[in-house]
Structures are given as C-alpha cells and as structure tokens.
C-alpha cells in the first residue's frame, strides 16, 4: 500500500512539474504575442514615447546639412518631415515587416518606404527649378536624382536609427510559423496533464496539487521578472538615449510589466485552487457522519 502510495505522489510530482513549465510557457508565448506580434502595441509605444516627433524634427535638422551644397532656396526644406508622415511611413514597414513573418511575402523590405515625402520632395524641386528657369538637362536630372537620394536616406535613418531588421525579421518568422503547432500542441498537452494529474492525485487532492502547480508555476515566471525589472538590467543593454534607444527600452519594460501582470493572474488561479480545494474539504468534513458516543 505504501509503495503505491510513493508511486501515485512521484507521477503527481512528474506531472505537476511539466504543467508547471507548460504554464509558465503559455505566459511567456502570451508576452509574446501581445508585445511583439501586436502592431497596435508597438505604434502605442512609439507614440507614448514621442517618437514620431523626435524622429521628424531630427530629419529636419539633418536635412539643413544639404541646404548650402544643393543649391536649393531654404524654404525647400521646412516641415519637409512631420511627425504624421513618420507615423504613415512607419505603419506601412511595419505591415511589410509582419507579412514577411506571416508568410505571405518571400522577403522583408528594409526600406522605410516614404510616398509622401518623394511627392513632396519632388513637387518643390519642380517648383524651384521652374523659378530660377533652370533648363533640363542630364547632368540637372543626375544631381537632381543624387540630391533626393540623399533625403530619403537621411529620412529613412532618422525614422530607423542604425538598425537592421533582417536577422529580426527571419527569428520573428521562423516563431510565428510555429505558433499555431505550439499552441496545438500545448493545449493538448495541457489536458493531458491535468487528466494525468486528477487520477494521479485522485479527486480529494487534485485542487491542492493543481493549486501547487499554478503557484510554482506563477513564482517560477515572477521571481526573475522582478529582477529584471528591478535591477535595471535593461537599461544598461539599451544605456544609449538617443530616441530610438529609449523606445526600445520602454517597449522591454513594457513586455517584463505585461509578464509580471500574467505570473500574478497564475498565482491568483492558483489561490482559487486552494480556496476551492479548501471549501471541498470543509464540505467534505460537514458530510462526516458525526461519532457516536
């Protein structure tokens, strides 16, 4: 009887540690999904940081480099970068950027693309070549297609600062393709277990062992998410505080708070667990058929 006994809590011990490890993954895929695969979330971020404004007023003052060496009058260059063309343009590699990862596009884009800017850019180099009379030429056309170039260039790194997406993009990809087999696979894993667990414990002590588990489980994903949280780790990898740095920053900071939120949500199921687990006992015992004297 006793060694039946040990065999029951030992598979209980082996089950209640793989839920453990399964809940503590459906926490950190939910992070996931709802940090880096949320285009929402992102735009939220870049906005809360005032980002679209800093990267256009940080153009503009690059764009006053060429003002000199183009030849071109200064009233070319003014608002020539706003902070809703940086949205508009940032929206779109974003969307770019997410077929890719989808599947639905064979490669990424790294250019941020900038209709508005080209139109715009364009419409007033016309103007000021027609205002000086200026005649066309190859050698006009030449500079002319060098001088925007350039523009877009020093648009398109303000936008994007010294960043390359492309190793980004095919890690992101190769998560997302295996997100719906993942999740399958949890899901039936998760019910696996918890059968496992419930004739495994018998049903007396299935709520105290699931209860367990969701608190271990909860603790497992808390304990390092305050750390890191609390150590400042992050903001001594993103030390720079250039915009771009401090969106990234604030984006992790974001993810480890929606993470702290979910291992506190786990070890509020697990509570419930041990309250309902509590109330069958008590029920249980008010069931006892009280001893005759």
């Known amino acids: 009887m006793n060694k039946i006994r ?48 800093k990267a256009a007023q940080k153009a503009q003052e690059d764009f006053g480099d060429y003002i000199v060496q183009s030849g071109f009058e200064e009233e070319l260059f003014e608002d020539l970068a706003t902070p809703q063309m940086v949205e508009q343009d940032l929206s779109a590699f974003i969307d770019g950027f997410y077929a890719y990862i989808r599947g639905e596009a064979d490669a990424v884009d ?29 050698a006009l056309r030449d500079n002319i297609t060098v001088f925007k170039r350039r523009i877009l260039s020093t648009y398109a790194s303000n936008v994007l600062p010294l960043v390359s997406f492309d190793n980004l993009a095919a890690v992101v990809r190769s998560f997302h393709l295996k997100v719906p087999m993942a999740f399958g696979i949890g899901a039936g894993a998760a019910v696996l277990l918890l059968a496992g667990l419930f004739f495994a414990a018998g049903k007396r002590r299935f709520l105290p062992w699931l209860s367990r588990t969701l608190f271990a489980s909860g603790f497992f994903v808390l304990i390092p998410t305050i750390f890191l949280t609390t150590s ?60 005759i004297n």
């Open 6 to 53: 040990y065999i029951r809590s030992a598979v209980c011990y082996l089950l209640a540690l793989l839920l453990m490890l399964l809940v503590a993954g459906i926490q950190l895929g939910s992070t996931y999904l709802l940090t880096v695969e949320n285009k929402d979330a992102i735009l939220r971020s870049f906005a809360e940081m005032d980002y679209f404004e």
């Open 110 to 138: 790294m250019e941020v693309p900038s209709p508005v800017l080209q139109q715009k850019l364009q419409e007033r180099i016309d103007e000021s070549v027609a205002a000086k009379g200026l005649e066309d030429s190859q």
């Open 232 to 291: 400042h780790l992050v903001n001594k990898f993103f030390f720079s505080m250039d915009y771009f740095s401090i969106f990234a920053r604030e984006f992790v900071q974001n993810a480890l708070f929606l993470l702290l939120l979910l291992s506190i949500a786990t070890l509020t199921l697990g509570v419930l667990a041990a309250v309902g687990a509590g109330l069958a006992a008590k029920r249980r015992k008010n069931r006892e058929p009280a001893p």
